[in-house]
């Protein structure tokens, strides 16, 4: 299988185990996929970084459509972003791809004996 | 070796799992709250628009359908069948909105914040236990629950927030609870009481006496009493002079011995001076509709969430419309098809210190009335975040809580160590009957029962029926004091010094369609020296009520537009008394002082937003006290003392150019008045230069003031409001201060054919969610001083434009 559809699975698996579980939930789903399809070792972190990314950073877009508001200004400034929205909506992208990132990444090694 | 390095990979995940699971510090939990599944994403919410929504939600516990439709403002206007339900649906829709608040205020008011934010809040949290505040409203709770109709309220009441809070999924916690990661807990009908209890220690916990005995101590009785008078030199009070007693008084306990006591020390903030209050009535023959108007804004500490929700509350017996505080039942400031009310702060004294006397270490017993007696314990436990639990005793005497033990520091500069205090929130009491009677009030009888139900903290409650009467009752449950008791500390070893019963609520001041024409109050004194009972003698500074009481006097032809004027008048009474006997004073001026002088003699003395003469005058003032008083009066931080009022200084100037005052002790020269004043403005035109540039635009009185809505979490300023350009001060109508002001604004002008019309704003919005428009939505029209049209409804389906969503509560 090549990457992209890893990535695709990834982020329906996410988006499911997200709005049903705890927000940890998607990070042991994403390594128990990367086990259960022995998932590349070398690009394993790559995929799971790029899923998560792509997920919260698109479904919080989505969330914003849906409902503007002033809050993601409001929270740009909770956290030290200067009130910049498109940054809040990049940490928000780079903290769901770390935490998936590594995640494939651990499940990719443990199938590697 | 090999399982190891391929287990390696999981180990940082589950560190980072971990780690982003929970706060670090002031860092909340990262991963939860960035999920856009689960984190603040979720708490985004847009404005209505367009068609009326509609919903139905299942609440546990109603006895029939309740009918909800919200207008524009997001008010909830709420149509029952019975009371019960009425209070089951206030508590759900409050939650709905504030139940963050909610929480938080109860929290903070029981002493509880150190389970949310750790070690740092321990001190605040003892300080609120010391004080009484879990016991006083333990002692309120059974009070109110002796009335049938306040139980079923705070029981329903309490129903109701819990059916939210269970309905609550962890993804779906106000933004706050996410940002520092907690819960919320089942609310219990205590709480209510304690957030009712807290009104006391916000409004009625200001206390001199420590303050005025080091006084005492260090200058002797006659100076004391001249420089700290039990009148001011000008007053207007609220009872007009002369008003006619309508009752016989009962004997005054004969005073106690002098006492000097030990006085003490100590420091750190205290209850902010300037929260205080207008309010007013004015009766047809002064109206264009023949009808009273009413107006009340109550001033508080200016906050996100606001302190206020409006509400309009509908039941068989009952439509009542108004703000109500998050966490208890009924409508506090309103009105109904027929009455009008409104509450501004009573500055009586209800609060005494006790020198206390133990027979030794252990504390359990204490010397009262030529006797050992025994004390008392109450332990108190405090679960702090991140730390182990903590267990505090405290000892009370018959006074009630010694607060703070002679070797411990007390949190705040005015609190005695070594004494016990005896204050009126620790009694029982009934307030949840007085607001449910007001509620359903018909006329001023209805009105006046009403009010015999409550302690405190004690407020002048200004009234307005379509019958056209209009009255005003300083009310509350008063000590009856020998005069001047509890001025000063007091001695706990004498019973002739304890409380000796209270004042018979029908001997409260009051007043009942005056010839004047008008009732009004803005926290002055109560009444002239005639009346036959001792209040206190220090209340609000008087110019407020002096202004509000010159104005209404000339008004004619009376609208609610005329009046929302006075709510919002910037007129420096202060500044027109002061200024001409400062000038009198200047001599020799530098360049930089001419031009302020200039600047304030050219000023119309109206402390508008962009007024330069006003930030002059208003650092003058501060410079004066400073330079006139400091020197005797703040010499040594251990000794804390306060400064003679502004009312006293300027009696000073006026008739006492050559009082021992004027000259600065810590000087070997002898200064003069006229020494006193230019060293005065000396230091405020410095220091304004210094912090705000040379005297230009940069000067203008909001850019100086910096009025701010604040959240209620410190610091956080990303969910406030600040730098609002709003006019005002802390002796002027519109009450405007730095962080604090008019907290709600009501005029409401009554109808005989009971469609009263009203107008309302507060600094807020009614949704506490900092991602709703409706978060912070009146700020705006609240700065520019303008009124919202409050929309009474008579049915759940009259038509009407302002509707924007329906919800049906159902069981």
């Known amino acids: ?113 | 070796m090999k399982i190891i390095k391929s287990a390696f990979p999981l180990a940082i995940a589950l560190f980072l799992t971990y780690a982003m699971n929970q706060s670090w510090g002031t860092v909340p939990p990262l991963g939860k709250l960035f999920s856009p599944f689960h984190g603040f994403w979720m708490n985004a919410e847009s404005p209505e628009s367009g068609e009326p929504t509609e919903e139905t939600l299942q609440i546990a516990g109603l006895h029939q359908p309740v009918q909800v439709v919200y207008d524009e403002m997001g008010v909830p206007h709420v149509f029952a069948k019975d009371d019960h339900d009425l209070f089951l649906a206030q508590g759900y829709l409050t939650a709905k909105d504030r139940l963050w608040q909610m929480e938080f205020q109860t929290h903070f008011a029981g002493g509880r914040i150190s389970e949310i934010v750790g070690e740092k809040g321990v001190a605040s949290d003892q300080f609120q236990r010391r004080m009484g505040s879990v016991y006083g409203a333990e002692k309120s709770f059974e009070g109110m629950k002796e009335d049938p109709a306040a139980n079923t309220a705070l029981q329903a009441y309490s129903d109701g927030v819990n059916a939210y809070i269970s309905s609550l999924s962890d993804r779906q916690l106000p933004l706050e609870y996410k940002l520092l990661d907690y819960k919320p807990e089942r609310w219990t009908p205590i709480k209510s009481a304690l957030f009712l209890k807290n009104m006391s220690f916000v409004l009625a916990s200001g206390t001199d006496d420590l303050k005025m005995t080091n006084i005492l101590r260090k200058y002797g009785r006659e100076v004391a009493e001249d420089l700290f008078p039990n009148y001011p030199f000008q007053e207007s009070p609220i009872i007009p002079v002369g008003s006619p007693v309508d009752f016989k008084p009962v004997p005054i306990p004969a005073a106690a011995a002098d006492f000097i006591g030990l006085g003490s020390s100590m420091t750190t903030p205290e209850k902010d001076p300037n929260i205080g209050s207008n309010n007013w009535a004015v009766s047809g023959n002064k109206t264009v509709s023949g009808l009273p108007i009413l107006a009340n804004d109550p001033h508080l500490t200016l906050s996100l969430p606001s302190i206020w929700y409006q509400m309009q509350l509908v039941a068989p017996g009952v439509n009542v419309y108004g703000s109500t505080m998050p966490g208890t039942p009924n409508v506090i400031i309103g009105f109904n098809k027929d009455v009008a009310w409104g509450v501004t702060n009573v500055g009586s004294d209800v609060l005494d210190w006790y020198q206390v006397k133990f027979k030794d270490a252990s504390k359990q017993e204490y010397w009262h009335d030529g006797k050992w007696k025994k004390t008392t314990m109450r332990i108190e436990k405090f679960q702090i975040k991140g730390k182990k639990d903590m267990v505090d005793t405290i000892f009370f005497t018959h006074h009630g809580p010694v607060v703070y033990l002679s070797h411990e520091k007390a949190f705040r500069s005015n609190i005695p160590v070594g004494h016990a205090l005896r204050w009126i929130a620790h009694e029982k009491s009934q307030e949840l009957t007085t607001f449910y009677q007001l509620n359903r009030a018909k006329n001023y009888e209805d009105y006046k029962k009403a009010l015999s139900f409550y302690s405190a903290p004690a407020q002048n409650f200004v009234f307005a029926s379509n019958e056209g009467d209009i009255a005003l009752w300083v009310n509350g449950k008063f000590p009856l004091k020998s005069k001047l008791q509890g001025k000063y500390l007091l001695d706990g070893t004498d019973a002739a010094a304890d409380w000796q019963g209270f004042i018979p609520q029908a001997h409260n001041p009051h007043v009942k369609n005056p010839e004047r024409g008008f009732v009004s109050s803005a926290n002055q004194f109560s009444v002239d020296p005639s009346y036959p009972y001792y209040l206190g003698w220090q209340y609000a500074p008087a110019e407020r009520g002096r202004r509000i009481n010159e104005r209404l006097a000339v008004m004619e032809k009376i609208t609610m537009d005329s009046l929302r004027g006075l709510q919002n008048d910037n007129f420096n009474i202060r500044a027109r008394e002061l200024l001409p006997l400062l000038f009198a004073q200047v001599k020799s001026p530098n360049a930089a002082q001419s031009k302020a002088l200039a600047a304030l003699k050219s000023w119309n003395l109206v402390n508008s937003p962009e007024s330069v003469g006003a930030t002059i005058f208003e650092n003058w003032v501060i410079s004066l006290q400073a330079s006139l008083w400091d020197d005797e009066f703040s010499a040594d931080e251990k000794v804390p003392m306060n400064r003679p009022a502004m009312d006293r200084t300027i009696q000073l100037i006026k008739s006492e150019p050559a009082a021992r005052w004027w000259d600065d002790v810590k000087t070997p020269k002898k200064e003069s008045m006229s020494d006193i004043v230019m060293k005065s403005l000396q230091a405020n035109v410095d220091s304004l230069v210094k912090h705000h540039g040379p005297q230009g635009p940069e000067w203008a009185w909001y850019k100086i003031k910096q009025t701010g809505v604040r959240h209620l979490i410190p610091g956080m300023d990303a969910l406030s409001r600040l730098n609002i350009p709003i006019g005002g001060g802390g002796t002027i109508v519109n009450a405007t201060t730095t962080k604090t002001g008019p907290s709600w604004r009501l005029i409401v002008e009554l109808s005989k054919e009971g469609k009263p019309k009203a107008y309302g704003v507060y600094p807020g919005g009614q949704s506490g969610n900092p991602g709703s428009s409706h978060y912070d939505d009146l700020i705006d029209t609240w700065a520019k001083g303008e009124l919202k049209p409050l929309l009474y409804l008579a049915s759940p389906d009259e038509k009407s434009n302002r509707l924007r969503k329906k919800i049906t509560l159902s069981k």
């Open chain 1, 1 to 113: 299988m090549n990457k992209l559809i890893y990535g695709l699975i990834l982020v329906v698996i996410g988006a499911l185990v997200g709005i049903y579980l705890p927000w940890y939930a998607m990070g042991v789903a994403f390594g128990l996929i990367a086990f259960a399809l022995n998932m590349p070792l070398k690009s394993s972190f790559l995929i799971g970084f790029m899923a998560g990314y792509l997920l919260w950073i698109f479904s919080a877009l989505w969330l914003d459509m849906q409902h503007p508001s002033t809050l993601p200004g409001r929270m740009a400034q909770v956290f030290p972003l200067k009130g910049n929205v498109f940054a809040l909506f990049m940490l928000t992208g780079v903290l769901g791809g770390l935490f998936s990132g590594i995640w494939t990444w651990a499940g990719a090694r443990l199938r590697q004996k």
